[in-house]
């Protein structure tokens, strides 16, 4: 079994270890390590990444209690600046190779950063709120958490006021494996029933848990089960932020950010709001209020644009040659009300209007006293149009160019 170096220290970065086995699977070629410092894909979070003697390690899972390093030879990473290149086999790295692994840091301290920001928040959430950790997901695009309760605006900033709080007391992480007896004393978060040796995180104030008797305050904001790597202490994390939250699976699902990542969060946000005030000549304090003047405006001159729309259709329609129009863009309640006009005016025929181009395809309205489902039944069988609708209107869309479709209408005897 390989020996886990990050489990109860995160900081490990760089490590020396023995290859004890390798394989190729639908994942790659990975290696099997007598140790590691190399977290792998587990609890939500995503694997770290690095090298291996300065191949790239691109994946780390644990599979049939082996964590396998999965790695690559496509990129350079040695000092050197010497590629690798060859195809790896079970030669490459032999039973009982000697090897030296590094862990992206940077990417490891962003992660531990993000991690322990969420421990903060679901365990005051469950504090506070009564609500359990359901979900939670890391990786470089984002971090998630989900939870079975609601939140109103002004609890979202309670929670982050308050872990934020708890960030600044340089609250430390406690990590270790109590003994049955003593893990049968303790409360803790998890999401399921957990068999054998269990990994607790706390973060604590005080008494660390082997010095612990009922004299001393412990002042514990969150406890958890958990085999993922974390900071020291809560000062590491840095700032900490709810980026959106919104309704799921009955329950709330909540973005975070911490820290570097965090930063990076900000920065865009910023450049976005700053770029924002200067499109609206407004104080990028009054953006917001200059988008929603803006789209104020916006709408007025849609209802206005629409309002003539439907104006210079009804004229078409009133003056067409033929039961058949074709538009390049109109909106759907015009192009509705301009068939039905030409209804009025060719009643024996079916009157059609196709809006698109050759390029995209056409959306299409049909009205006729006729039975317009057998007109869609051709045009799906020579025009592989699709769409539905009733005996006097239908509509959909068709990936055809004009000139087949008014061939498909000629024949119809239409125009």
């Given at each position: 079994?390989?020996?886990k170096?990050?489990?109860?220290?995160?900081?490990?970065?760089?490590?020396?270890?023995?290859?004890?086995?390798c394989?190729?699977?639908?994942?790659?070629f990975?290696?099997?390590?007598?140790r590691?410092?190399?977290?792998p894909?587990g609890?939500?979070q995503?694997?770290?990444?690095g090298?291996?003697?300065?191949?790239r390690?691109?994946?780390?899972?644990?599979?049939?209690?082996?964590?396998?390093?999965?790695?690559?030879?496509?990129q350079?990473?040695?000092?050197?600046?010497t590629?690798?290149?060859?195809?790896?086999?079970?030669k490459?790295?032999?039973?009982?190779?000697?090897?030296?692994?590094?862990?992206?840091?940077?990417?490891?301290?962003?992660?531990?950063?993000?991690?322990s920001?969420?421990?903060?928040?679901?365990?005051?959430?469950?504090?506070?709120?009564?609500?359990?950790?359901?979900g939670f997901?890391?990786?470089?695009?984002?971090t998630?958490v989900?939870?079975?309760?609601?939140?109103?605006?002004?609890?979202?900033?309670?929670?982050?006021?308050?872990?934020?709080?708890?960030?600044?007391?340089?609250v430390?992480?406690?990590?270790?494996?109590?003994?049955p007896?003593e893990?049968?004393?303790?409360?803790?978060?998890s999401?399921?029933?957990?068999?054998g040796?269990?990994?607790?995180?706390?973060?604590?104030?005080?008494?660390?848990?082997?010095?612990?008797?009922?004299?001393?305050e412990?002042?514990?904001?969150?406890?958890?089960?958990?085999?993922?790597?974390?900071?020291?202490?809560?000062?590491?994390?840095?700032?900490?932020?709810?980026?959106?939250?919104?309704?799921?699976?009955?329950?709330t699902?909540?973005?975070?950010?911490c820290?570097?990542?965090?930063?990076?969060?900000?920065?865009?946000m910023?450049?976005?709001?700053?770029?924002?005030?200067?499109?609206?000549?407004?104080?990028?304090e009054?953006?917001?209020?200059?988008?929603?003047?803006?789209?104020?405006?916006?709408?007025?001159?849609?209802?206005?644009?629409?309002?003539i729309?439907?104006?210079?259709l009804?004229?078409?329609?009133?003056?067409?040659?033929?039961?058949?129009?074709?538009?390049?863009?109109?909106?759907?309640a015009?192009?509705?009300?301009?068939?039905?006009?030409?209804?009025l005016?060719?009643?024996?025929?079916?009157?059609?209007?196709?809006?698109?181009?050759?390029?995209?395809g056409?959306?299409?309205?049909?009205?006729?006293?006729?039975?317009c489902?057998?007109?869609?039944?051709?045009?799906?069988?020579?025009?592989?149009?699709?769409?539905g609708?009733s005996?006097s209107?239908?509509?959909?869309?068709?990936?055809?160019?004009?000139e087949a479709?008014e061939?498909?209408?000629?024949?119809?005897?239409?125009?």
């Amino acid at each position: 079994m390989t020996e886990k170096l990050y489990d109860l220290d995160s900081y490990v970065r760089e490590f020396d270890a023995v290859v004890t086995a390798c394989r190729s699977d639908k994942n790659g070629f990975g290696l099997v390590l007598d140790r590691t410092a190399f977290f792998p894909e587990g609890g939500g979070q995503s694997s770290d990444i690095g090298e291996i003697d300065g191949y790239r390690v691109t994946d780390v899972r644990i599979k049939d209690n082996e964590i396998i390093h999965y790695i690559s030879s496509a990129q350079e990473l040695t000092d050197d600046k010497t590629a690798h290149t060859e195809e790896l086999t079970e030669k490459s790295f032999p039973a009982g190779k000697a090897v030296h692994g590094k862990v992206n840091w940077e990417k490891r301290f962003e992660r531990m950063q993000q991690h322990s920001g969420e421990h903060l928040l679901s365990g005051y959430v469950f504090s506070n709120f009564g609500y359990h950790n359901t979900g939670f997901h890391l990786s470089d695009n984002g971090t998630t958490v989900d939870f079975d309760g609601t939140f109103t605006e002004s609890d979202i900033e309670r929670i982050e006021d308050a872990v934020n709080r708890t960030i600044l007391r340089n609250v430390p992480c406690h990590i270790f494996y109590p003994s049955p007896e003593e893990l049968s004393q303790l409360t803790y978060r998890s999401k399921k029933e957990l068999e054998g040796p269990v990994r607790i995180v706390e973060f604590y104030e005080d008494v660390p848990f082997t010095e612990r008797t009922d004299d001393n305050e412990v002042i514990l904001y969150d406890r958890c089960a958990c085999c993922a790597p974390h900071v020291r202490s809560t000062i590491e994390i840095g700032l900490f932020k709810i980026l959106s939250f919104e309704h799921f699976k009955g329950g709330t699902r909540m973005e975070i950010a911490c820290g570097g990542r965090l930063l990076r969060e900000m920065r865009v946000m910023q450049e976005n709001v700053t770029g924002i005030s200067r499109l609206l000549s407004v104080k990028p304090e009054n953006a917001a209020k200059g988008v929603l003047k803006l789209n104020d405006s916006f709408k007025a001159l849609k209802f206005n644009y629409i309002r003539i729309e439907r104006e210079l259709l009804d004229i078409t329609a009133q003056h067409a040659g033929s039961p058949v129009l074709f538009l390049e863009s109109a909106d759907t309640a015009n192009v509705r009300m301009a068939v039905n006009a030409l209804a009025l005016r060719f009643p024996d025929d079916y009157c059609c209007a196709f809006v698109g181009n050759d390029e995209k395809g056409y959306n299409f309205i049909v009205a006729s006293s006729k039975d317009c489902n057998e007109f869609l039944s051709l045009m799906r069988s020579e025009l592989s149009a699709s769409g539905g609708g009733s005996r006097s209107m239908i509509q959909g869309n068709v990936k055809a160019t004009r000139e087949a479709i008014e061939a498909f209408i000629l024949n119809r005897k239409v125009i």
